[in-house]
């Protein structure tokens, strides 16, 4: 009778721990799933241009995995990039570039020197001095890539390669208006201090002689000015155009290009 009771109060024991096991790891099961769950989801999401979902997935992410967290930064600042809130994606990314691994370093890279590219883009025509220093913050970023994670004739040493293209293009573009108006501020001075010289010399006793040939000596400075900004303006336009194509391709690649409709590859 005794070993019956000994032995059933052993099953007990074993079964009260059996139970809290299985509870533990069935809990610990359901977190990972979870959190499984939420880091794919918010790929998911984004490549079906559901932004809005993204963000939410990639938030929970966060708040669930103390590992691998630049993945949900990444996912979440990308995502907050497609719609145009290029100040959160910022933060994320850069938040994201701080513990990245080296394998993931470079698409990190690429989508915030994007989100520095479209800064530069939004304030060109009001802060231009500050644009320019975007546009540089945004080459550097592209610059101090790792090779581990572009290696040559990659997806992402060219995309890397394309977005270095596309923003010295801007860059330039911006420098050639910045030239322009200046040049043409410069020229209107010019003209101005011809028209007072002209002027003393019809006040002036010299002969008629003479004011032909100033006249003649003005036309000719005149007509080489006209031909030097000519040449500006047609380099001017044609850095224009380039950056015009420029954002047609970047449409087509970039994140939030036509609209985010394309989402950039992720290396995990």
């Not at 880091?39 to 708040?63: C, E, H, I, M």
């Not at 570039?97 to 989508?111: D, F, G, K, Q, W």
């Not at 994007?114 to 913050?137: G, H």
């Amino acid at each position: 009778m005794n070993r019956i009771r000994r032995l059933w109060s052993r099953l007990r024991r074993i079964t009260k721990i059996n139970l809290i096991l299985g509870t533990v790891f069935t809990l610990v099961a359901a977190y990972v799933g979870l959190t499984a769950y939420f880091g794919t989801a918010s790929q998911v999401r984004y490549a079906s241009n559901d932004f809005p979902g993204a963000k939410k997935a990639a938030t929970a992410f966060l708040r669930l995995s103390p590992l691998q967290r630049h993945i949900g930064y990444f996912n979440r600042g990308t995502a907050e990039a497609a719609v145009g809130d290029y100040d959160e994606a910022q933060a994320d990314l850069e938040a994201a570039l701080e513990i990245a691994p080296t394998s993931a370093e470079c698409a990190v890279r690429i989508n915030l020197s994007f989100v520095y590219e479209k800064q530069a883009d939004e304030i060109s025509s009001q802060d231009p001095d500050q644009s320019q220093e975007l546009y540089d913050r945004s080459l550097k970023t592209l610059d101090e890539a790792p090779e581990e994670c572009q290696p040559k004739k990659s997806e992402e040493k060219q995309k890397s390669e394309q977005a270095k293209d596309r923003v010295e293009d801007k860059k330039k573009g911006e420098q050639a208006k910045d030239d322009g108006t200046d040049d043409s501020d410069s020229s209107g001075d010019s003209q101005d201090e011809d028209s007072k010289d002209q002027e003393s010399d019809d006040k002036s006793s010299d002969g008629d002689g003479k004011k032909s040939e100033e006249e003649n000596s003005d036309q000719s400075d005149d007509s080489n000015e006209s031909e030097g900004r000519s040449e500006r303006e047609k380099k001017r336009e044609e850095l224009e155009k380039r950056g015009e194509d420029s954002d047609r391709q970047q449409q087509q690649q970039g994140p939030g290009g036509n609209g985010g409709r394309s989402s950039p590859d992720k290396p995990w």
